[in-house]
């Protein structure tokens, strides 16, 4: 028994709960926590609460309810709707993890006495870094890039060497965690239950109808609302009389235009950043980046400013689709470097 006090952010799901159940064997003591975060999907906090309770009971652990919804809103909620009503891509996983998870409920946990936070993220730390989990296919890394990197001390990720589907198997073994077992992943946005456009038309008219211009600025065509796109994306739009595939390559949100290109002119080989969260400190180096989650990792050159405010990587290859407000995250081989939020790119 090591007697360290761990708390754990419980959300319901299978990950967190055989995140719990994992550390209680390594002997850790397990405190559990589930954070409110937005009344967006009707019985979504019932349910969740209905199956952290079943765990809580089995391992004989309490854990606390934490109201977060105002803080979430402004912080996460808020940012995403105004992302794209500016006409940007934001990525609101990445500031939920910095300002909500390993901010207000790590500070929770701290307050409460706690040695450790853990999460069922698929990712890993050794304190000064984040890494890649073992299973590559639900790697999370990416979305940790923004945390601040004075809690990555206090920090454990069990599910770091674990797959996926051997998770699921420890939760089908026991009784009391095979319905947690069973469930489907999580949606990936927490309060998106459909498609993003449906949280947009609560607060906004998406349904705006505008032209689609090329790249001389010449009216090719129509869109249905400037909202409904992010760069790259090829469908959804009326050109006329084109017989090849058109992607989106900018989106005007004060004149409710896009821009499509061929594919080939989508190449990007330079982008600035800002919102800089570094865990080294070289201001010029070589390294990989992900310009968007599911992106592969491209080799490139950083520049980091003497102020600090912002970076240029260029690309050693060019890169299709890169969206401004998506995070660039830095990688040297497994470990995360840092990362910073897209401002702007070009050829």
């Known amino acids: 028994m090591n007697n360290k006090k761990i708390m754990v952010g419980l959300s319901g799901g299978v990950d967190s709960s055989v995140t719990a159940y994992l550390l209680q064997k390594e002997g850790y003591e397990v405190q559990g ?17 209905e199956a952290i309770d079943k765990v809580a009971k089995f391992l004989n652990i ?9 803080k979430f809103k402004k912080e996460v909620y808020d940012y995403f709707v105004n992302g794209y009503i500016d006409g940007i891509t934001p990525n609101p996983c990445v500031i939920c993890n910095r300002d909500i998870k390993f ?25 000064k870094f984040i890494y890649a989990a073992s299973d590559k296919t639900k790697d999370q890394s990416y ?15 069990p599910m770091s060497k674990y797959t996926k589907e051997e998770i699921r198997k420890i939760a089908l073994d026991i009784p009391q965690f095979k319905a947690i077992g069973e469930k489907k992943d999580s949606q990936e946005i927490c309060f998106v239950e459909g498609v993003y456009t449906d949280i947009l038309k ?15 600025g010449n009216v090719v065509g129509h869109h249905k609302g400037y909202m409904h796109y992010t760069i790259g994306k090829r469908r959804g739009f ?10 989106v390559k900018s989106i005007d949100a004060k004149s409710n ?21 570094m865990f080294i400190d070289s201001k010029e180096f070589e390294c990989r980046v992900k310009l968007r989650f599911r992106s592969y990792p491209a080799l ?3 520049v980091i400013s003497e102020d600090e405010k912002i970076a240029t990587i260029d690309l050693y290859e060019p890169v299709l689709g890169v969206a401004n407000g998506q995070i660039a995250v830095f990688y040297d081989e497994d470990k995360v470097l840092g990362s910073g939020e897209i401002i702007s790119s070009a050829k």
């Not at 701290?110 to 304190?127: R, V, W």
Request: aromatic share 10%.
């Open 33 to 49: 926590v589930y954070m409110k975060l937005h009344n967006v999907i009707e019985g979504y906090h019932e349910k969740n609460l």
């Open 62 to 70: 309490k854990y606390d309810i934490i109201d977060l919804t105002q």
């Open 103 to 127: 901010g207000a409920m790590f500070d929770f946990a701290m307050e409460k006495g706690c040695d450790y936070l853990a999460t069922g993220h698929y990712a890993n730390t050794d304190g």
């Open 143 to 157: 979305f940790l890039g923004q945390i601040n990197k004075k809690v990555l001390p206090s920090l454990i990720f």
């Open 202 to 216: 609560l607060h906004t008219n998406i349904e705006q109808k505008g032209d689609v211009k090329d790249e001389e």
């Open 238 to 247: 009326y050109v006329h009389g084109a017989h090849d595939p058109h992607f």
């Open 257 to 277: 235009t896009i821009t499509v290109c061929k594919k080939e002119n989508l190449a990007i080989n330079k982008v600035e950043i800002n919102n800089l969260n």
């Open 300 to 302: 490139c050159k950083v």
